[in-house]
């Protein structure tokens, strides 16, 4: 007799899979929990709109670590999100199976791979060493976050191309509508959820980014006054107090961090609730 | 009847393989033209041929002419200016899922550029009546074009395909994926359009076939078999193999 009936396997499988499942997001959750738990305290008004003062201190705020946060990831994606957008249009519609194509297809996959602490020393390099006379900008940092953004969006823009319908193609195609036309109006807008989906994640992604922003945009106390000069980040700005002796430094390094896991968390439930489900209509 | 399509010594491949071989056929103007025959006898490459699609096929190759109103559309045309003249509608209902009913009528219109907003409206009620949609779709012209039902779906691709105002409808398999009732409507739109426009419809039914048709082309293993008025090739097909195939004994 088996030692087991078919059904009793079938609710252990089941159960095993729930275990594991549970165990596997216990980490995230935990961490989100650890983070709201020691951060929250350092949350007031003043926290959010005061400049950073000297890291002792429990009165100093993260102002200007929250603009230039946004202020660089505005800039890298102002560049990046285009770029990556056309380099999936290229790799979706154009690039059939040549070996040029595979060639950047490859190269694509690979920029996706490079440690960002790279992309941040390429920057360096490139723009602080070379362009600025070793001054630190924030437009470097920009730069270094808009080359991790290409790929990102590349991909994304790339696979939900792929899975437009090729007989949506052949309705333009026999409608005697031009290629770039057909590409770009019909095929991106049906496409257009799953590109800003993969454009608002991306924008997720480089938040949490730190490397390349350390020799990059370096940090500012005080609130930006253009974009080529040293400018905050919340993520500078939480690997500097964490490494801080004072209380008062770490605590208010929660509270950054605390910021920076709700902006993250944010986007990918908006792109959850409300962009995904709304352009999965009519496929 | 005067011709409207001209076809002449028309070869066309798919790699090494001839999937069409050597076709002459005059088609008739303002006729409904059925092509029937079994699977992979050439018959959605001869209409592909029609409108140039074949050639978009990887490894497409096509020989010959296809001679409309004295003009070779192989004679060193834009195909896209072909298409715009010879309008497509598909097997399967292919609606553009991001724009709306009204939008889906005059995509092509639009995409075209140089009309004026309000012709447009207008272009689109016409067409959208034509096809007899109108009364079932007239709350509903800024809903997604996908939201509609299989047959009304396919209603609304042949009134996109009208609005460009075709000199030739093509017709791939129309009904094959639509219920009986739905089958029914576009067949009897089929009938109303022929008064203005020459229409090529490829059918795997048989029995549709002699519904709607005035000429009947039964294709076989590529080759155009037997082409003659509806009546004649149900009749008195001349050809053992058309006489078989109409009479369900392969296909």
């Known amino acids: ?69 946004f202020i660089m990831n505005g800039i890298a994606c102002l560049f990046g999100i285009p770029l990556g957008i056309f380099t999936g249009i290229y790799l979706a519609e154009y690039a059939h199976d040549s070996i040029f194509a595979s060639v950047i297809r490859t190269a ?64 333009a195609i026999a409608l005697g509508i031009p290629k770039w036309r057909r590409t770009l109006q ?15 994640l991306a924008f997720a992604r480089i938040s949490g980014e730190t490397a390349p922003l350390l020799f990059t945009a370096y940090f500012n106390d005080f609130w930006p006054t253009g974009v080529n000069q040293a400018m905050a980040s919340l993520q500078v700005y939480i690997y500097n107090n964490a490494l801080q002796p004072y209380s008062a430094a770490i605590a208010n390094a929660w509270g950054a961090a605390l910021l920076l896991i709700l902006i993250v968390l944010g986007i990918n439930i908006i792109v959850r609730i409300f962009i995904r489900p709304k352009y999965q209509e009519g496929f | 009847m005067e011709t409207k399509l001209d076809v002449q010594n028309l070869n066309a491949w798919f790699h090494k393989k001839q999937a069409l071989k050597n076709i002459n056929i005059k088609i008739p103007e303002k006729q409904v033209t059925a092509i029937i025959g079994p699977s ?25 002419s296809i001679v409309m109103d004295g003009l070779d559309i192989y004679g060193g045309i834009d195909a896209m200016d072909v298409r715009r003249r010879i309008g497509m509608v598909f097997q399967k209902p292919n609606p553009f899922p991001n724009m709306s009913v009204a939008d889906n009528v005059v995509a092509g219109l639009r ?6 907003n309000e012709e447009l409206d207008r272009i689109t009620d016409d067409n959208l009546k034509e096809v007899g949609l109108w009364g079932e779709v007239k709350d509903e012209l800024y809903k997604s074009g996908a939201s509609l039902s299989g047959g009304q779906q396919q209603r609304l691709c042949i009134a996109r395909a009208l609005a460009m105002k075709p000199e030739v409808l093509l017709m ?29 419809i490829v059918t795997h039914n048989v029995q549709q076939a002699a519904r709607i048709s005035d000429m009947v082309a039964f294709f076989y293993l590529g080759e155009l078999i037997e082409f003659d008025e509806t009546r004649v090739i149900f009749e008195k097909p001349t050809n053992q193999l058309t006489e078989r195939y109409i009479t369900g004994r392969f296909g």
């Open chain 1, 1 to 69: 007799m088996r030692l087991l009936s078919r059904k009793h396997t079938e609710i252990l499988v089941k159960i095993l899979c729930i275990v594991v499942t549970i165990v596997v997001i216990s980490p995230l959750l935990w961490i989100i929990g650890k983070v709201i738990y020691t951060g929250l305290p350092a949350w007031n008004w003043n926290f959010f709109t005061t400049i950073i003062g000297p890291p002792e201190s429990s009165t100093s705020g993260i102002g200007p670590a929250i603009e230039g946060t």
């Open chain 1, 108 to 171: 694509v996959e690979s920029m996706a791979g490079v440690p960002s602490l790279i992309m941040g020393l390429f920057a360096a390099a490139l723009i602080v060493e070379n362009l600025n006379r070793n001054q630190p900008t924030a437009l470097a940092g920009s730069f270094a976050l808009g080359l991790m953004i290409i790929p990102l969006v590349a991909r994304a823009t790339e696979e939900s191309m792929r899975v437009v319908s090729n007989d949506i193609r052949e309705a």
């Open chain 1, 186 to 200: 019909i095929v991106v807008g049906i496409a257009s959820g799953g590109i800003i989906s993969g454009a608002l």
């Open chain 2, 40 to 64: 992979g006898c050439g018959k959605s490459t001869f209409v592909r041929c029609i409108n140039r699609m074949h050639e978009l096929s990887p490894g497409a190759r096509v020989e010959g």
């Open chain 2, 111 to 116: 995409l075209a550029g140089g009309y004026k």
């Open chain 2, 172 to 200: 791939d398999e129309p009904t094959s994926a639509l219920d009986p009732l739905s089958t029914a409507k576009i067949e009897e739109l089929v009938k109303k359009l022929k008064v203005d426009n020459t229409i090529v």
